[in-house]
């Protein structure tokens, strides 16, 4: 198992979940998140540390979020590490909560 950033992250990248992450495992692109499923220990700190609630156990991935377990293992291995908190993107709290935000997806 693992724990998926799902499309809520998207333009908001608040960055909390990296703070607690015990095996570094998120990596970073441009405006979205991702946790690599290689490294992920499944310890579940990150999920209620996200703002937007952008963050989900595999097991509780809804379906409509299915996709995003490839883009995360993906994207992981492309984008580099991150480790400490940042400020989150400008109008993070503007998109907090708007629907279908993987059409915006920088890569
Ligand atoms: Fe890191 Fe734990 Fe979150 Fe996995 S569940 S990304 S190990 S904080
Ligand atoms: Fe994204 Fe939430 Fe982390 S918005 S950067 S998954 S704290």
Redesign the pocket.
Known sequence: MTFV?TDN?IK??????VEVCPVDCFHEGPNF?VIDPDECIDCALCEP????E??SSEDDLPPEMAQFLEINAKKAKEWPSITAHKEALPEADKWNGVKDKLQYLEE
């Open positions: 950033v992250c908001c990248k608040y960055t909390d979940c998140m540390e996200c703002p937007a952008a963050i």
